[in-house]
């Protein structure tokens, strides 16, 4: 279906056919990881030197541009032109940024780092680190990456998603799905185990803290609440560490160079007590002739304390947002859950032992690569398909051609959603029911999914039926709608079926134009619903003076006409504050109308007619 982006059934490839390549990105603010699952291991792509992690930094010189440890070693040199925590940035206008410091400039509403090489935008700095991830991917598999799976945090909104997805667009990847972070490291733990229950998934990085509450359930993930602080992380731990070595060490001034440099052996020595209850801090890379400073955990812990119940605090938020009585199991992801007080902390609080068995640097890369490989189109019959949110907004056909929308996009399935509808016209027994799926406002510019009738209304007045009108999306990503009458429960339902996937670009196209004619669209949505109102009175009025005209003397028959006419002339015209004003005064002309009708009709009730009348009537 529409709905959800899963491989049609059937199109596994055959067991002669090439394996396809799906990787799993991992961009972090910090560090980033590629990974690939061969379909035995998942393994993290090391470069030639064993390393894994590529650091999250770009630097931009004449000869081009160096990602990850060689751009970090140019730090020194020319720090302008070498580009850290990007990520920050991703999707985000001036407005949004309150201290970029001095590598940012805006162009615009759009930020971008000033370099010797000119100015470099967020998109283009994560797309040069997915670039040499691919690369990395290349070299280490001999083959070209057919898809990749890129994790975001779960609080990222829409510009920072797309942003990310541009990113990759730009490094020339295709884009499978963008993951979140916290469900890609539940994958990593919960697939081979199959597990069941809440989840909690703690992910201290190095520039952001996040936390969330996911739900599994039949292999799929809902993610109940998120919370976080986007300005904790290791580093801060780093700065915290670094202003007391430099007190200790009684250092007062230190040039830009020599900070970076304290900020580089905090961030070691905070590493190496993850490992050494105590430890003797070198500070002569800093001023070669500092002293050395004792620093053991217990100091550490109380110096970073502060943070550690920031996050905590954070935690304890979004049990709460999530409503949720329990967790059965806790995920560590992120680098700063290796210090020990991490562990310590968080299990008390959930009252369970953090899960730490897989590399918290490489459990989202490693979950992400899972979920690619499905995603790319090897995953064979039998294995469960992992899906969260809808990608587009699901909803039905008003009157008029507008789109009424019961399921947002980004929804976590399954759902089911219902809303109350009734008829248009008087007498009305039929109702077509459009599923359409998009962001526009106007069903022309959405997709068409199914179209279905309910018949056997029993006919009222325009407005009386009550017909309910329910979305239900499953575990496995099918939409049933289904639509009721609720006086004589008469109902019709359709299913649509995953085989009519969208494509990810497709989406991304979707919300793209949604994007760009959002302005519009809510004008000519605005239009058209005044153009409706105005019909409705023009029809219902037309009616009543064919019935009762005789109530009006001429000169009230011609005020009235007048207004009608004034209304039906302004229905052509294209400005809905003009329409609206025509509308009231029209609406205002017909009471005195109205009020007559109203006595004639209690008039009527009241005996106004003979039995005679009725046998005459009945039997002419
Ligand atoms: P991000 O996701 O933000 O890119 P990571 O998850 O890669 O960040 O985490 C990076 C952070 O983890 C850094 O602040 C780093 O100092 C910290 N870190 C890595 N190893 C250790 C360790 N052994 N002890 C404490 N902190 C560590
Ligand atoms: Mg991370």
């Given at each position: 279906m529409v709905l959800l982006q899963i491989a049609e059934p059937g199109a596994a490839p055959a067991a002669h056919a090439r394996r396809k390549v799906g990787l799993g990105i991992?961009?972090?603010?910090t560090n980033s990881l590629v990974a690939h699952f061969d379909g035995q291991d998942t393994q993290v792509l090391a470069d030639e030197s064993g390393h894994s992690i590529v650091p999250s930094v770009v630097h931009y010189h004449p000869d081009g541009v160096t990602v990850g440890s060689s751009a970090l070693a140019a730090v020194d040199g020319a720090h302008h032109d070498t580009i850290a925590s990007a990520k920050r940035f991703m999707g985000r206008a001036r407005d949004d940024v309150s201290d970029g410091g001095h590598l940012l400039f805006a162009e615009g509403d759009t930020l971008a780092f000033a370099t010797s090489q000119g100015p470099k935008t967020p998109v283009e700095v994560s797309s040069a680190i997915l670039g040499a991830l691919a690369d990395r991917a290349r070299t280490a598999l001999a083959q070209e990456a057919d898809g990749v799976v890129i994790t975001v945090p779960a609080y990222f909104d829409d510009a920072q998603r797309q942003a990310t997805r541009q990113a990759a667009e730009l490094a020339g990847l295709r884009v499978l799905r963008l993951l979140n972070e916290p469900t890609a490291a539940a994958i990593a733990y919960g697939l081979d185990s199959d597990e069941e229950g809440v989840i909690a998934v703690y992910d201290l990085g190095g520039g952001t803290f996040d936390v969330s509450i996911l739900r599994l359930h039949r292999g799929v993930f809902e993610v109940l609440a998120t919370g976080g602080d986007s300005?904790?992380?290791?580093d801060d731990f780093d700065l915290a560490l670094a202003n007391f070595l430099q007190h200790h060490a009684g250092l007062n001034q230190l040039t830009a160079s020599q900070r970076r440099q304290l900020l580089a052996v905090a961030r070691q020595a905070k590493e190496a007590l993850t490992h050494n209850e105590a430890i003797r801090v070198s500070m002569s890379t800093v001023v070669s002739d500092a002293p050395p400073v004792e620093l053991n955990r217990s100091a550490f812990n109380s110096l970073t304390a502060d943070l550690v119940n920031r996050s905590l605090d954070a935690c304890r938020q979004c049990v709460i947002d999530a409503q949720?009585?329990?967790?059965?199991r806790v995920v560590l992801v992120g680098?700063?859950?290796?210090?020990p007080i991490i562990s310590e902390v968080v299990a008390a609080l959930f009252g369970r032992e953090p899960l730490n068995s897989i590399d918290p640097d490489l459990v989202v890369a490693m979950g992400a690569a899972r979920q690619a490989d499905v995603l790319v189109g090897?995953?064979?019959?039998d294995e469960m398909v992992l899906l969260d949110v809808t990608p587009l907004s699901l909803g039905v056909e008003t009157y008029g051609g507008l789109v009424e929308r019961l399921v947002p996009r980004?929804?976590?399935?399954p759902v089911t959603r219902a809303q109350e509808f009734t008829t248009?016209?008087?007498?009305?027994?039929g109702l077509v029911v459009h599923v359409v799926q998009g962001e526009r406002e106007q069903v022309v510019d959405c997709r068409s999914l199914a179209r279905f009738e309910l018949k056997?209304?029993?006919?009222?007045?325009?407005?009386?039926a009550r017909i309910l009108v329910t979305f239900q999306v499953d575990a496995d990503g099918l939409l049933e709608v289904s639509a009721r009458e609720?006086?004589?429960g008469t109902s019709a339902h359709v299913v649509v079926k995953p085989a009519y996937g969208l494509a990810d670009d497709q989406v991304a196209e979707m919300l793209r134009a949604s994007y760009e004619h959002a302005a519009a669209d809510m004008q000519a949505r605005q239009l058209t619903e005044a153009q409706i109102e105005a019909q409705q009175l023009l029809e219902a009025t037309t009616a009543a003076l064919e019935a009762d005209?005789?109530?009006?003397d001429p000169s009230e028959r011609a005020a009235l006409d007048a207004a009608l006419g004034a209304l039906r002339d302004q229905?052509?015209?294209?400005?809905v504050d003009a329409l609206r004003q025509t509308f009231d005064q029209t609406a205002k002309a017909t009471e005195g109308f109205a009020a007559k009708r109203m006595d004639r009709s209690i008039q009527e009730a009241l005996g106004g007619l003979s039995v005679a009348d009725f046998d005459e009537e009945l039997n002419p």
């Open positions: 991992d961009l972090g603010t300005a904790l992380g290791g949720v009585t329990a967790v059965d680098g700063s859950t290796r210090m090897n995953r064979t019959g980004n929804t976590t399935i248009a016209r008087d007498g009305q027994t056997g209304i029993p006919p009222m007045v325009a407005g009386a609720e006086t004589t005209g005789d109530l009006l229905l052509a015209s294209n400005d």
